[in-house]
T-cell receptor, first 116, second 111 residues
């Protein structure tokens, strides 16, 4: 299995809703990432998990809450989002997230989120 | 992280080689050069990376200049399916596990 699987593929939620995005990989990767991508813009890093621990939070608002229950699974819990949070949310994984470089990321196809 | 500069867009004829340039004049000695591409409505796809030497895999070749201040991604025989945004990224060796995307080059492969 060489894929990162994201569910759901599409999500529409109201501003008072609570929803979760799910990301799963079975490649034995120990680093996992959340990115946000607005239309016609590059992906922006949100969170990095390394060995199931939150390593980097790029000053993301608290209405986005990541969770890494185990080495294969990464969730992004959403609460009280704003319409401007509508975007493509991408999950990625890499072997170790090593600081020495030398490893590429595997990305999922994303969840397209619309906040109404 | 070292900053990268790429042309915003390029055209290439189908079947010809696509040569995508990237400038990274402030690259540090232990920073790798990575290339990803993103086809419309899909997640980014890792293509190749290198440190000093030229690299080749089944998708592309990466040519890094001797001073490491620039690099070129080569798609040897471009097809219509290679139409995508191509991102050149310099990966920091400190500060955690960040891959930061710039604006990239939009490559149009034309029949």
């Amino acid at each position: 299995d060489t894929e990162v699987t994201q569910t759901p593929k599409h999500l529409v939620m109201g501003m008072t809703n609570k929803k979760s995005l799910k990301c799963e990989q079975h490649m034995g990767h120990r680093a996992m990432y959340w990115y946000k991508q607005k239309a016609k813009k590059p992906p922006e890093l949100m969170f990095v998990y390394s060995y199931e621990k939150l390593s980097i939070n790029e000053s993301v608002p608290s209405r986005f809450s990541p969770e890494c229950p185990n080495s294969s699974l990464l969730n992004l819990h959403l609460h009280a989002l704003q319409p401007e949070d509508s975007a493509l949310y991408l999950c990625a994984s890499s072997l170790t997230g090593s600081k020495t470089g030398g490893e590429g990321y595997t990305f999922g196809s994303g969840t397209r989120l619309t906040v109404v | 992280d070292a900053k990268t500069t790429q042309p915003p867009s390029m055209d290439c004829a189908e079947g010809r080689a696509a040569n995508l340039p990237c400038n990274h004049s402030t690259i540090s000695g232990n920073e790798y050069v990575y290339w990803y591409r993103q086809i419309h409505s899909q997640g980014p796809q890792y293509i190749i990376h290198g440190l000093k030497n030229n690299e080749t895999n089944e998708m592309a070749s990466l040519i890094i200049t001797e001073d490491r201040k620039s690099s070129t991604l080569i798609l040897p025989h471009a097809t219509l399916r290679d139409t995508a945004v191509y991102y050149c990224i310099v990966r920091a060796n400190t500060g955690g596990f960040k891959t930061i995307f710039g604006a990239g080059t939009r490559l149009f492969v034309k029949a």
